[in-house]
């Protein structure tokens, strides 16, 4: 069975990513991950980033997949991690607006394929199905915790993510399947 990538804990990926961006090879990943969980965007439409993109408060873009034109405000989190990216790599005074963020040691834009499998590494879990898009599923979870649990924040998100319904959105959280796993627990 083709299982979907779980979401992993907001916090958990926040401490691990602000850990990585203290080491020089790794900072890229820590600010990719810290990126990831606060703006919710998918693999595809984060690697065509420049530094340009998100030298503002705000960054615009037009998504890969849905073709639809997003605006997302960048938090005091991505902007202050950003910098220690920055600081990490020695990119003070160094011209780098038109180049991509998230080169690899190889000179390349990381590809998914490989970021996925540093990601498996970096959260060592037997239990979990970790990709990229665990922390899209993670950034999810944090809007839908932050706002109650409320339909409110489904609506949000299925704005957000551009689902047709919410119901798209609960079972892309995975809340029916807690639901159901509840039900069974009751019982006991």
């Given at each position: 069975m083709?299982?979907t990538s779980?979401?992993l ?7 691990k ?9 790794m900072?890229?990943i ?11 965007l998918r ?8 530094h340009?993109?998100?030298s503002?408060?705000k ?22 991690s950003y910098e ?25 834009t990381?590809r ?10 970096l ?14 599923k ?8 932050n ?17 047709s ?8 959280l ?15």
């Amino acid at each position: 069975m083709n299982k979907t990538s779980d979401y992993l804990e907001y916090d958990v990926a926040l401490n691990k990513g602000l850990k990585l961006l203290n080491d020089k090879k790794m900072c890229v990943i820590g600010f990719y991950i810290i990126f990831s969980i606060n703006t919710g965007l998918r693999i595809s439409d984060i690697m065509k980033l420049k530094h340009s993109d998100i030298s503002d408060d705000k960054l615009f873009l037009k998504e890969k997949k849905t073709k639809k034109a997003r605006e997302i405000f960048l938090n005091k989190v991505v902007k202050s991690s950003y910098e220690s990216m920055l600081a990490t790599l020695d990119f003070k005074n160094v011209n780098i607006d038109e180049n991509y963020i998230f080169i690899s040691q190889k000179g390349t834009t990381f590809r998914t394929q490989s970021i996925n499998v540093i990601l498996k590494t970096l959260f060592n879990t037997k239990r979990l199905q970790i990709s990229s898009h665990s922390l899209r599923k993670a950034f999810a979870r944090k809007v839908y915790e932050n706002m109650n649990e409320s339909e409110n924040a489904l609506v949000l998100l299925s704005d957000i993510f551009n689902h047709s319904n919410i119901a798209i959105t609960r079972r892309y959280l995975g809340i029916r399947q807690e639901t159901i796993d509840n039900i069974y627990l009751t019982l006991e």
